[in-house]
């Protein structure tokens, strides 16, 4: 039997395992703390590799951060099809984002935990992501709907959703006493209370 060589990872492949170990470092390490010859190591890739990818590290975290957004965008939206009611939808977004939190906690410490704005300082605040807007939005439609109270949009969204992303960033940093989704009720019933008409 010939034994044969292992092909070269390529392509889409090779940025994905680069975009993986620069996460991974990221999340243990943090940005500043991590170098390129950091991430080549981590992915078993020549360092040009990574340039061919990316026109350097900022380019690298830009990317992964546009791409974890993306993500987190698709499951609010996929969370909200098909849902009645400010109140359903709102769970249910917090339902999914505290799964993610338990499936991915390597992608949303990455964005929720890391200081952006020190390293991507041409990205807009997080606050104004793709994923924020989509939960202001909802509750403006509870606003509009006279579900919630006629507050502002941002008073109403931070009401709703604030403390689900605390509790979020708690469960990231190993303190919570029970698992994160034990507490969705608690969170929810606790926000709708905020800002319900």
Request: charged residues 20%.
């Given at each position: 039997?010939?034994k044969q060589a292992?092909?070269?990872?390529?392509?889409?492949?090779?940025?994905?395992?680069?975009?993986?170990?620069?996460?991974?470092?990221?999340s243990e390490k943090?940005?500043?703390?991590?170098?390129?010859?950091?991430?080549?190591?981590?992915?078993?890739v020549s360092t040009?590799?990574?340039?061919?990818?990316?026109?350097?590290?900022?380019?690298?975290?830009?990317?992964?951060?546009?791409?974890?957004?993306?993500?987190?965008?698709?499951?609010?939206?996929?969370?909200?099809?098909?849902?009645?009611?400010?109140?359903?939808?709102?769970?249910?977004?917090?339902?999914?984002?505290?799964?993610?939190?338990?499936?991915?906690?390597?992608?949303?410490?990455?964005?929720?935990?890391?200081?952006?704005?020190?390293?991507?300082?041409?990205?807009?605040?997080?606050?104004?992501?793709?994923?924020?807007?989509?939960?202001?939005?909802?509750?403006?439609?509870?606003?509009?709907?006279?579900?919630?109270?006629?507050?502002?949009?941002?008073?109403?969204?931070?009401?709703?959703?604030?403390?689900?992303?605390?509790?979020?960033?708690?469960?990231?940093?190993?303190?919570?006493?029970?698992?994160?989704?034990?507490?969705?009720?608690?969170?929810?019933?606790?926000?709708?209370?905020?800002?319900?008409?």
């Amino acid at each position: 039997m010939v034994k044969q060589a292992n092909k070269p990872i390529r392509g889409e492949v090779l940025r994905e395992k680069i975009l993986s170990s620069a996460l991974m470092l990221f999340s243990e390490k943090g940005y500043f703390n991590t170098s390129i010859p950091d991430i080549r190591q981590s992915a078993g890739v020549s360092t040009g590799a990574i340039y061919h990818h990316f026109k350097n590290k900022e380019a690298l975290a830009k990317s992964l951060y546009e791409s974890l957004l993306f993500d987190i965008n698709q499951t609010i939206e996929t969370s909200c099809t098909n849902k009645n009611g400010c109140l359903e939808q709102c769970r249910i977004v917090i339902k999914n984002l505290f799964q993610l939190t338990i499936d991915k906690p390597m992608q949303m410490q990455f964005i929720l935990l890391a200081q952006h704005r020190e390293y991507l300082p041409g990205e807009a605040p997080i606050c104004s992501s793709k994923p924020f807007q989509a939960m202001r939005n909802i509750v403006s439609e509870g606003i509009q709907n006279k579900e919630v109270r006629d507050i502002d949009s941002w008073v109403a969204a931070t009401a709703m959703f604030g403390g689900a992303l605390r509790m979020m960033s708690l469960q990231l940093d190993g303190v919570l006493d029970k698992p994160l989704p034990e507490y969705l009720d608690q969170v929810v019933e606790s926000a709708w209370l905020g800002i319900k008409k």
